[in-house]
């Protein structure tokens, strides 16, 4: 499995979850808010998540990660070429997610 589907099945295991087209490239999004996006960066595939600017400073010294380009310090993308830790990505995907759905459609509160 690619690294595509593998965030494809993370993402649209949450409710009301779709997978749309925007700016080129796959974003997955709760009714009109995106959460996650699969998007080149420099010439490499990349996984952008939504993250509270608190935590910002938390990926600071990770290779693995850096600032989302547009993301105003509010999403933090992560390289998806290599080796990459799925079960930290399902985590920021979730994170991502609770930050745009409203509680109401949440499963695990």
């Excluded at 749309?20 to 952008?48: L, S, T, Y």
């Excluded at 910002?56 to 933090?76: L, S």
Aim: glycine share 8%; aromatic share 12%; with cysteine.
């Amino acid at each position: 499995m690619n690294a595509l589907d593998r965030l494809r099945k993370i993402c649209l295991a949450f409710p009301e979850a779709e997978e749309k087209i925007g700016h080129g490239h796959p974003v997955f999004q709760h009714r009109q808010e995106c959460f996650a996006a699969f998007e080149p960066a420099g010439g490499r595939a990349a996984i952008a998540v939504r993250i509270d600017p608190l935590d910002a400073g938390i990926f600071a010294d990770d290779a693995r990660f850096f600032p989302t380009p547009y993301g105003r310090g509010k999403w933090i993308s992560l390289w998806a070429d290599g080796k990459v830790d799925w079960k930290l990505v399902a985590q920021l995907v979730e994170q991502s997610y609770r930050m745009v759905a409203p509680k109401r459609v949440r499963t695990t509160e």
